[in-house]
């Protein structure tokens, strides 16, 4: 018999060896947690369809953060859900809003968490969208105006980084030059730059209460079909002076993570979201995976295709795993 000169096994065949091997690595320094913030005291309301994950007030998100930061997780990211909504998405850029006076929370708790705050509209009105609706159809420019309110509350709140994420054109830039101005440059935008129409926000949705009441936004978010609009997408907020690009979703999206991954010289993040943590809940509590090796694999194959920052659900479960590593 001819055997192989060449045997891959020998380098599989312990876990030292395994390690020594591995070409990608997952860390909790990857990762980063959302946050859902709401109005009054000791709240912590279950999101049904995400089990696990909640709805907290201020007080108990300032925990929640803290806990993350012990767990060796550098970053959370703030959504808020607003007591009363209007046509414009006012409260967002209320000085006393709920992700506001949850940055400050938590910058006094823990200096050192960087905290990032979703900029965007769709949770603040009252019809869903991300932005101001002139004759039913959202205003790009008029919305730009409101973002640029939006992203110097949060900064001013003491926010690390703005990441607005209705895929307005020119969005970047509207951020970039109202902080500027204000006298904000050093704090840093991510931009939801390739942020696809999918039917995986579902339960995020539920969460913050942000269906739209008519329509839906693929006037504005990408078609999941497009791979090289992606590129084109995330090339533009390069230029408009963005400091990480984003792909949203993630899982069914990693040819285009790594598409932008050799396109880009700049931190990449993805977003996790909350249809993909619910499938693997929903898949683990029937007993149908392995819930912590899914978990690892999953954050790993982002990794794998070129991330830097993950956004995950699973953040404080995975850095508990990696921890045991």
């Known amino acids: 018999?001819?055997?192989?000169?060449?045997?891959?096994?020998?380098?599989?065949?312990?876990?030292?060896?395994?390690?020594?091997?591995?070409?990608?690595?997952?860390?909790?320094?990857?990762?980063?947690?959302?946050?859902?913030?709401?109005?009054?005291?000791?709240?912590?309301?279950?999101?049904?369809?995400?089990?696990?994950?909640?709805?907290?007030?201020?007080?108990?998100?300032?925990?929640?953060?803290?806990?993350?930061?012990?767990?060796?997780?550098?970053?959370?990211?703030?959504?808020?859900?607003?007591?009363?909504?209007?046509?414009?998405?006012?409260?967002?850029?209320?000085?006393?809003?709920?992700?506001?006076?949850?940055?400050?929370?938590?910058?006094k708790r823990c200096p050192d968490l960087v905290v990032s705050a979703d900029s965007c509209f769709c949770e603040y009105t009252d019809h869903g969208h991300c932005g101001v609706l002139t004759e039913g159809v959202l205003d790009n420019d008029a919305s730009l105006e409101n973002l640029a309110r939006t992203v110097i509350s949060y900064a001013r709140a003491g926010a690390d980084i703005v990441a607005p994420s209705g895929m307005l054109d020119g969005f970047v830039t509207a951020c970039r030059e109202s902080l500027d101005e204000e006298g904000f440059e050093q704090t840093a935008i991510m931009a939801y730059s390739a942020k696809y129409a999918s039917a995986y926000y579902g339960p995020f949705r539920d969460a913050v209460e942000s269906a739209p009441q008519h329509g839906d936004r693929r006037g504005y978010q990408m078609d999941p079909a497009n791979g090289r609009e992606a590129v084109r997408e995330v090339n533009m907020d390069v230029a408009e002076g963005a400091d990480i690009v984003m792909v949203k979703p993630a899982l069914a999206y990693m040819d285009i993570v790594r598409m932008i991954a050799d396109e880009v010289n700049l931190p990449l993040a993805v977003y996790n979201v909350s249809g993909e943590y619910a499938m693997i809940e929903a898949a683990a509590a029937n007993g149908w995976i392995d819930r912590d090796r899914i978990v690892l694999e999953t954050l790993t194959g982002f990794r794998r295709a070129g991330a830097d920052i993950i956004i995950t659900y699973h953040a404080l479960h995975a850095a508990g795993l990696l921890a045991k590593r």
């Not at 030292?16 to 070409?23: A, D």
């Not at 967002?92 to 709920?98: E, F, K, L, M, V």
């Open 1 to 107: 018999m001819n055997f192989p000169d060449f045997r891959a096994r020998r380098m599989r065949r312990s876990e030292g060896l395994r390690r020594m091997m591995r070409e990608n690595r997952l860390s909790a320094d990857n990762l980063c947690y959302p946050i859902f913030v709401a109005g009054g005291t000791n709240v912590v309301k279950p999101i049904t369809s995400m089990p696990g994950q909640s709805v907290w007030s201020v007080d108990k998100a300032t925990d929640l953060a803290a806990r993350a930061y012990d767990a060796g997780i550098p970053a959370v990211i703030l959504f808020g859900i607003p007591d009363k909504k209007d046509p414009v998405g006012s409260e967002a850029w209320s000085a006393n809003g709920h992700v506001q006076r949850a940055i400050k929370a938590i910058k």
